[in-house]
């Protein structure tokens, strides 16, 4: 065994808690009076931070969550990364930070995996890929003002699955009341959103025992904490159609381009509580870390609702090799989705 396939292999056996583990190595760009200047890759070390840096007072951090995936083959493809490129874009214009030009993006993200590509693990572990950015000017009477540079870094760390007990369907209490973030806010991949989705997601863990919420302020669905949220059948995928109050996920997208060229009806649309408790098929949690997850109960008012009899659907199962084929480099990828990198 090679030392690069002996080190990946010791990663995916290890298995410690997702994103604990630092891969070596990191991209990283700093911006002088707004503008971008040299990518350097160099191992991960400590930052050195003014005090008075805007993202320490004011939260203005974005990031972004993507994987490398090493196929059979043991060729490390990166998956769908422009998409994370655009929406990083996105979540800097909504922080009012300096907004990295994409080719320059692109191009850290397949800096930091190359440097990084004796630790991807195998299937099913993957190496995941964290663009990270924040504002850096020195100034805390910017409350009201955007801070005008920033620092962009690549950092990578290999992982295997997300949630303890891999493939076990997930339970999910039904949040009507709170959202997950501002409406405004929502499509941002911004720190802020997480730590106000953190105090009910602890709260319905401690009170009602469950993995997740799955916020649908108003009784209409939006998103769990962290991953998307669909509805799937023999014939049909339905989600809530996109718009600013929920991040627009690339998993999200994925199956549903997938269970298209499948034969699957895609509904894209609001979907109401009522409907939800009422669904007679399968439910799943899509994204990065979560792949395509089964859920196998509700929580809502106090009353647990079975869902696919507590069991992970075939239809989702279906779905979620489908995509992980072409991750993997198993399947044809006919849309173009990943970029082999060495
Ligand atoms: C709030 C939220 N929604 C949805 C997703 C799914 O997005 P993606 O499929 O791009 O990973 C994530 C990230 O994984 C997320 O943090």
Known sequence: MTTQAATAETAAHAAPPFGTVPAPMMAAVETTDGEFGELRVGPVEELRLHPFAHVLHYGSAGFEGLKAHRGTDGVVRLFRHEANVARMRRTAELLHLPRPPAALLDEAIRAAVAANLEVAPPAPGAL????????????????????????????????????????????????????????????????????????????????????????????????????????????????????????????????????????????????????????????????????????????????????????VGHNTQRLREALQAIQRGEAEDAHGWTTPIS
């Open 128 to 311: 995941y890929v964290r663009p990270l950015l924040f504002g850096t000017e020195p100034n805390i009477g910017a409350a009201a003002a955007p801070s005008k540079d920033a620092q962009l870094l690549v950092l990578c760390s290999p992982v295997g699955d997300y949630f303890a007990g891999g493939g076990r369907p997930l339970t999910l209490q039904v949040e009507t009341d709170l959202p997950r973030t501002t409406p405004q806010f929502g499509e941002a991949k911004a720190g802020a959103n997480y730590v106000m989705a953190l105090g009910p997601t602890l709260a319905a863990k401690a009170a009602a025992g469950v993995d997740q919420v799955l916020f649908a302020p108003d009784g209409y669905v939006q998103e769990t904490g962290a991953a998307n949220f669909l509805l799937i059948d023999d014939d049909r995928v339905v989600t809530r159609a996109l718009d600013s109050s929920f991040l627009h996920g690339i998993t999200r997208d994925s199956v549903l381009t997938i269970a298209r060229d499948l034969g699957y009806r895609v509904e894209e649309r609001d979907l109401p509580v009522d409907e939800l408790l009422a669904w007679g098929g399968e439910a799943a949690l899509s994204g990065t870390a979560a792949v395509l997850a089964g859920v196998g109960a509700l929580v809502h008012d106090g009353r647990t609702i079975a869902i696919n009899g507590g069991e």
